[in-house]
């Protein structure tokens, strides 16, 4: 007899199982949805696990996942030759600097354009400036950036690192980020009572 919790971890297992190379054969006829398992339980089992590899790779399986998948991306453009930017057409050094874009804008105008591979190109994190940015960026202040929080410039060592963003840099310098923090710990508490 196979109890919930096993029950839920052969799920869990199948579900990856799945996603890595189809429903494995010695799985199947196994696998029934116990009544006995309520979805809350599996919810927290999820939950658990979530946290679990979280604490593991130190962010989130879904970040995680999308930066492997852009190293492999950015390790065939290499070996294929691509590793060139579309916009000033030297080559992209590192996974760091690797982006990929559309070369059109799709925003507003077509989901073609979004799913037309054509349109999709390389480029430097640097040079490849979303085309809603106005201004401010492109004027950006030597060895400065912007806040978009206390709407100012400031030195960049005041900025955490942020590989996803085009700069590298956070959105959000240091010090807001940590008053961001303190009046949502402040929040939290007045909600508890
Ligand atoms: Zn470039
Ligand atoms: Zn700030």
Same mark, same amino acid.
């Given at each position: 007899?196979?109890? *919930? ?9 199948? *579900?990856?199982?799945?996603? #890595? ?12 949805? =116990? @009544? ?34 852009? *190293? ?23 996974? +760091? ?7 059109? =804008? ?18 430097? *994190? ?7 940015? @106005?201004?401010?960026? &492109?004027?950006? =202040? ?21 590989? &996803? ?6 959105? +959000? ?12 710990? #402040? ?7």
């Amino acid at each position: 007899m196979v109890t *919930a919790r096993e029950s839920v971890k052969l799920l869990a297992l199948a *579900a990856v199982s799945v996603q #890595i190379r189809g429903h494995p054969p010695e799985l199947v006829g196994i696998l029934k949805v =116990p @009544t006995s398992v309520t979805i809350k339980s599996m919810a927290y089992d999820w939950r658990n696990r979530a946290a679990k590899i979280k604490k593991q790779l130190g962010m989130s399986y879904g970040t995680a996942l999308h930066q492997l998948r852009k *190293a492999i991306l950015f390790r065939l453009a290499v070996a294929a030759k691509m590793d060139l930017c579309f916009r000033c057409g030297s080559r992209i050094e590192s996974v +760091q600097q690797f982006t990929v874009e559309h070369k059109r =804008p799709w925003e507003d105008k077509s989901a073609d354009l979004f799913w037309d591979q054509e349109n999709v190109a390389f480029s430097h *994190a640097r040079c490849n400036r979303p085309h809603y940015l @106005t201004g401010a960026r &492109t004027a950006l =202040p030597p060895g400065k950036s912007w806040c978009s929080h206390c709407k100012r410039f400031r030195s960049v060592k005041k900025f955490h690192k942020n590989s &996803t963003r085009w700069n590298g840099l956070a959105r +959000q310098c240091k010090d807001c980020r940590k008053g961001d923090r303190h009046w949502r710990r #402040i929040r939290d508490i007045r909600a508890r009572g």
